[in-house]
């Protein structure tokens, strides 16, 4: 019998999609894949290392995935991903535990490395990010949606963040091949692509001399099957008019834009090494608001950055009530060894960080009742994610992206299918979700 592996993946959308890689290749060489790590003869961890705490919850799940080791179900051990990237040899040499550190270069190999792992003594494989794997998935996400990574890596060095040292360059995939891929994509089911990069704005800078994504939109929006695409991770110095004239006249691309903004201080911007200012923060918001179809908007902002002060953080209040994001997620600063903001002076203190989370997630949840509210007695095209034990169906509109966002609850004297699109008239909401029944 062929040898079973088990992945269990850890951190973002661009990390799942390492993970299904990974998956493929195991798979064309004949390892048996099993989603219960009871089972599993070798089991794989791929982690995160953007901050601390995904740190530890990698090391934490490599200690638990130990147990069937332990118990003797589990042969071998193996940690992929940015953590065997950016601290393979401290892993390697403090974590006895693993059999094999990998790095985010190796994903084409894991076949081999498994292979060599199940033979061989320990070894960390660390290659420098130079070369970028792409290809064929295992999808790990419900069948008609997936995420569609079209670049790898970062030119950007904001002040607090690891990814450049983790990642790399910034690295796009051929569009050619980012069609291959979506089409296959679709023949197996797929209706919407998430596309995800580090920066997906600056996607084709560096294959094709200038930024690539709206060219690559119309590519991808003549794939029949296709009926959504979806756009996160778009900084907004780079979201220019030319890609928002796209999505307005584009009937395939959500109304919908992830922007992570920050922080919209100025003084704030610049020290967090951001390209964008907080004047041309303001003007692309002020052209979001007079889209026509209006565009929604999610967005993150970090709290609590060195020199944070109550005044910054009223700042990114006003902006909040003035703009009215539909989604937003916000984090207290992580002083991470290695960057340029772990020098600086006026870092602030962890009770204040919680309580500027805990203020400006106030504020926004007032937004989200008001935005929430207004949608009430609007009918919305829903994709259908699956059904629920009361009889409903579980769906989103445009402005709700899988996994991050709301959902919509939704009624109907028919059968649904995953997958379906509907229009569904909003009945009722909750404190972040949507009720509606499908309109006849």
Same mark, same amino acid.
């Given at each position: 019998m062929s040898t079973k592996v088990g992945v269990v993946s850890l951190g973002c959308d661009k990390n799942r999609v390492d993970t299904e890689i990974m998956?493929?290749?195991?798979q064309q060489a004949g390892y048996q894949l099993t989603a219960s790590p009871q089972?599993?003869?070798?089991?794989?961890?791929?982690?995160?290392?953007?901050?601390?705490?995904?740190?530890?919850?990698?090391?934490?799940?490599?200690?638990?995935?130990?147990?069937f080791k332990e118990q003797g179900s589990c042969k071998k051990l193996i940690l992929t991903g940015c953590l065997g990237q950016k601290f393979g040899k401290e892993i390697f040499d403090g974590l006895d535990e693993v059999d094999a550190v990998v790095g985010t270069n190796e994903y084409d190999r894991i076949a081999e490395i498994v292979k060599e792992t199940l033979e061989g003594d320990r070894k960390l494989y660390n290659r420098s990010p130079e070369c970028l794997t792409f290809g064929s998935r295992v999808l790990t996400t419900p069948s008609h949606f997936a995420y569609l990574k079209i670049a790898d890596g970062c030119n950007n060095f904001c002040s607090y963040c690891l990814i450049p040292h983790i990642r790399?360059?910034?690295?796009?995939?051929?569009?050619?091949?980012?069609?291959?891929?979506?089409? +296959?994509?679709?023949?197996? =089911?797929?209706?919407? $692509?998430? %596309?995800?990069?580090?920066?997906?704005?600056?996607?084709?800078?560096? &294959?094709?001399?200038?930024?690539?994504?709206?060219?690559?939109?119309?590519? +991808?929006?003549?794939?029949? =099957?296709?009926?959504? $695409?979806? %756009?996160?991770?778009?900084?907004?110095?780079?979201?220019?008019?030319? &890609?928002?004239?796209?999505?307005?006249?584009?009937?395939?691309?959500?109304?919908?834009i992830d922007i992570p903004l920050q922080h919209v201080n100025g003084g704030m911007l610049k020290a967090m090494n951001r390209k964008s200012t907080a004047e041309g923060v303001r003007r692309l918001f002020d052209r979001l608001q007079r889209s026509y179809p209006k565009i929604q908007v999610r967005s993150t902002f970090i709290c609590g950055f060195p020199g944070e002060t109550p005044q910054t953080v009223e700042e990114v209040a006003e902006f909040l009530k003035r703009y009215k994001l539909r989604n937003v997620g916000f984090f207290a600063y992580s002083c991470e060894e290695g960057t340029v903001a772990a020098t600086m002076a006026q870092q602030v203190d962890g009770r204040k960080k919680n309580a500027y989370v805990r203020k400006l997630y106030g504020v926004q949840q007032s937004v989200v009742a008001e935005l929430l509210q207004s949608d009430v007695g609007k009918t919305y095209l829903c994709i259908v994610d699956e059904p629920c034990s009361d009889g409903?169906?579980?769906?989103?509109?445009?402005?709700?992206?899988?996994?991050?966002?709301?959902?919509?609850?939704?009624?109907?004297?028919?059968?649904?299918?995953?997958?379906?699109?509907?229009?569904?008239?909003?009945?009722?909401?909750?404190d972040y979700d949507l009720i509606g029944e499908v309109a006849e």
């Open positions: 998956l493929y290749n195991l089972d599993a003869e070798v089991i794989i961890v791929n982690t995160c290392a953007f901050l601390e705490s995904a740190r530890r919850e990698a090391i934490d799940t490599a200690l638990e995935m130990f147990h790399g360059r910034f690295r796009s995939v051929p569009m050619q091949s980012l069609v291959e891929q979506a089409a +296959l994509l679709a023949e197996r =089911g797929v209706k919407e $692509l998430i %596309l995800v990069a580090q920066d997906t704005t600056k996607y084709g800078v560096d &294959l094709y001399g200038k930024c690539s994504l709206v060219p690559l939109l119309r590519q +991808l929006s003549g794939i029949e =099957g296709i009926r959504r $695409l979806r %756009l996160l991770y778009c900084y907004p110095e780079l979201t220019d008019e030319q &890609l928002i004239r796209e999505i307005e006249t584009n009937d395939k691309i959500a109304k919908y409903t169906y579980k769906g989103r509109t445009e402005f709700m992206s899988p996994e991050i966002d709301g959902c919509v609850y939704i009624s109907s004297s028919k059968r649904l299918h995953a997958g379906d699109f509907v229009s569904v008239k909003i009945t009722d909401k909750t």
